[in-house]
């Protein structure tokens, strides 16, 4: 069972949009630690989609978007491109266990 | 542009050590800017962090794989490497290695991946 928690499954049509929620505790989320958003897609590096909770390195599209508050953080994701189906995950640090933590992960299916 | 590259076997016995190299390209492990990371994703489950490294040697790994894990680097070669001792069918998964930044506020996250090597440990 991950330390942080996401939906196990989200999906949309092409062209909607979709969030994906990170819950926590105080202990990493609710301690002011930044979240960071990943996504794994299928046969390729999994990809940096947001650092420090909201920022977006360059060349991630700004369809992606996210936001941090208490206990939880979410991703939000525009303009759903068929692309876009795969795995994402959040990252944490936890102050009481001393690791960085994930969550479980979130399948994105475009329909 | 930034490469990274996981190579090892894909089988290791149990109770064996498991060993991998990550090759790092477009940028030298030793400029001192960057930790590196070791990840790993078992079958059908989450990410769970193994540990990092600074290339002067500082090393941090995860408590619950503190006592089998190993983690260096070769600057020579500009390589990570990552070694596991004792393993069981419970360290079957992808691993990756990653660079990682340091974002302030004791954060750290992983901007550029390797593309994962499925180990399977089975005898």
């Known amino acids: 069972q991950s330390v942080l928690t996401q939906p196990p499954s989200v999906s949309g049509a092409p062209g909607q949009r979709v969030t994906i929620s990170c819950t926590g505790s105080s202990s990493h989320i609710g301690a002011g630690y930044d979240v960071h958003w990943y996504q794994l897609l299928p046969g390729t590096a999994p990809k940096l989609l947001i650092f420090g909770s909201t920022n977006r390195p360059s060349g991630v599209p700004d369809r992606f978007s996210a936001s941090k508050s208490g206990t939880s953080a979410s991703l939000a994701i525009t303009g759903l491109q068929a692309e876009d189906e795969g795995d994402y995950y959040c990252q944490s640090y936890d102050s009481s266990l001393n690791v960085w933590v994930f969550g479980g992960g979130t399948k994105l299916t475009v329909l | 542009q930034v490469q990274l590259q996981e190579s090892g076997p894909g089988l290791v016995k149990p109770s064996q050590t498991l060993s991998l190299t990550c090759s790092v390209s477009?940028?030298?492990?030793?400029?001192?800017?960057?930790?590196w990371s070791w990840i790993r994703q078992p079958p059908g489950k989450g990410l769970e962090w193994i540990g990092y490294?600074?290339?002067?040697?500082?090393?941090y790994y995860n408590p619950s794989l503190k006592s089998r894990v190993t983690i260096s680097v070769d600057t020579s070669k500009n390589q990570l490497s990552l070694k596991l001792s004792s393993v069981t069918a419970a360290d079957t998964a992808v691993y990756y290695c990653?660079?990682?930044?340091?974002?302030?506020?004791?954060?750290?996250?992983?901007?550029?991946w390797g593309q994962g090597t499925l180990v399977t440990v089975s005898s």
């Open positions: 990653a660079r990682v930044q340091y974002y302030g506020s004791g954060t750290y996250y992983n901007d550029y």
């Open positions: 477009g940028v030298s492990i030793s400029s001192g800017d960057y930790y």
């Open positions: 490294m600074y290339y002067r040697g500082n090393t």
